[in-house]
């Protein structure tokens, strides 16, 4: 079982659910979430999982890339073996919002953060180590602008959300192939419609979609979870790279999510949006 692992967005839902499981398998979690007090709700869960790992915990938001940076190399700085990344953060907003660096906040926290940690991490991800990135069945139908990535021209939630989660099975895809040969091993996955916290606070149409179907067709966040668990866990997957998983299966995203030139521009895109070296 993996020593240290590293969760953005573990302090609810299938995150939470996640690093508290895998706690119970012997890891050592490190959080990373931008709600202070949520961290200390979900600190001590992770303690009764597993009494004798020093669990620890880092504020960030995950929607600003200094504070993606800053955390990364807070990180870094203190674990210099990372076991397994996972990849978790993540949200849906009824209303374009800009971050203070210009870009539209769905994609700043949903794909920048998971490009920017994980560059920055990478060289302490330890020779078999694993990184694990939640993206979602709403890719499905979804197409890049390379020229509005930042959805300027027209702005709708879920079909940003969409988009946000294509990012992330290209990342992945671009991520998987770049890392080929070090021994780290990087897959991504869909986890179900969960009944979470997730959407409640979008705002709109959105929150109330979301409310009104949770009850009628979601799962639970310990069944949604059970995917990353795999992934982070399991030696099924050892030396498996650069799939999409849904119910420990592994499962072929839309043909859009298969473009390679597309993962390569994306990577490109955002290495300049982070200003770092592609």
């Known amino acids: 079982m993996p020593r240290t692992i590293i969760v953005t967005g573990g302090t609810s839902g299938i995150g939470e659910v996640a690093a508290v499981e895998l706690a119970k398998k012997g890891a050592r979690i490190v959080l990373v979430a931008r709600d202070s007090q949520r961290i200390e709700m979900t600190l001590p869960k992770l303690r009764q999982a597993n009494p004798s790992a020093a669990h620890t915990a880092h504020v960030a938001d995950l929607s600003r890339i200094a504070e993606m940076k800053r955390v990364a190399r807070e990180i870094a700085s203190s674990e210099p073996e990372i076991d397994v990344l996972i990849n978790n953060a993540g949200a849906l907003f009824n209303t374009r919002q800009v971050t203070e660096d210009g ?27 694993r990184i694990v990135s939640t993206a979602s069945d709403a890719h499905t139908g979804a197409k890049l602008d390379f020229d509005d990535l930042q959805s300027k021209r027209k702005y709708s939630g879920f079909a940003v959300y969409g988009r946000s989660k294509l990012c992330n099975i290209l990342f ?14 990087a897959n991504c996955l869909h986890p179900g ?28 966040p310990e069944k949604g979870a059970q995917t990353i668990i795999y992934l982070a866990s399991s030696p099924e997957v050892e030396g498996q790279s650069g799939g999409y998983y849904y119910k420990n299966k592994l499962h072929a995203p839309a043909k859009e999510a298969q473009n390679d030139g597309d993962a390569k521009r994306l990577w490109d895109a955002s290495a300049k949006l982070a200003g770092m070296d592609a």
């Open 172 to 185: 992945n895809r671009e991520l998987a192939r770049r890392i080929q040969g070090t021994g780290v091993t």
């Open 193 to 220: 419609f969960v009944a979470t916290r997730f959407g409640d606070q979008s705002g709109g149409i959105v929150s109330v979609a979301v409310k009104l179907a949770k009850p009628v067709g979601a799962i639970s």
């Open 103 to 129: 870009l539209e906040k769905t994609f700043a926290l949903n794909h920048m953060s998971y490009f920017v940690v994980t560059n920055l991490l990478l060289p302490n991800l330890k020779p078999g180590a």
